[in-house]
């Protein structure tokens, strides 16, 4: 892999206050993610998951569900420890803004009636990181440091 490639994707600002985004985020995501993995967190696990996913017509639901799951799981694992945080901010928009178009966007924007209010805000804080990277505090900071 080209070096300056890896340089480009491990960029980071070197402020501090992408930890105060990352840690928060990153257990939503990730606590999120178990629940369509491993039905852990009260969730319903893949078999649960995949047939909503394929009841709102993401198709075929188990992998859907699968990738949504590993997306927020192992993306919310990245941003809590701060490695490879541009790649995973950018997967973790990608699935809110799914979950925004196929699930929420009917049911208009406040989160208690179901509306895209709550995947609005995670969109904008993973999109927040994809510009940012993982800050001052994290994995791929110190990694660019050391080249």
Do not use: C
């Not at 078999?47 to 075929?60: E, I, K, R």
């Not at 208009?108 to 609005?120: I, S, V």
């Amino acid at each position: 892999m080209n070096n300056t490639f890896l340089q480009r994707i491990l960029a980071t600002q070197n402020g501090s206050g992408a930890l105060a985004l990352r840690i928060p985020v990153g257990i939503i995501f990730a606590a999120h993610g178990a629940q369509k993995l491993f039905g852990w967190l009260g969730g319903y696990g893949l078999d649960g998951t995949g047939q909503y996913f394929g009841s709102v017509g993401l198709n075929p639901g188990y992998l859907m569900a699968l990738l949504a799951g590993a997306a927020e799981f192992f993306g919310g694992l990245a941003l809590i420890l701060g490695v490879l945080v541009r790649p995973a901010a950018a997967a973790l928009a990608f699935a809110m803004l799914i979950a925004i178009f196929a699930v929420h966007i009917g049911n208009g924007f406040f989160m208690d009636k179901g509306g895209y209010e709550y995947a609005l805000a995670l969109f904008a804080a993973s999109l927040s990181l994809l510009f940012s990277g993982g800050g001052r505090f994290s994995v791929d900071h110190a990694l660019t440091r050391e080249r």
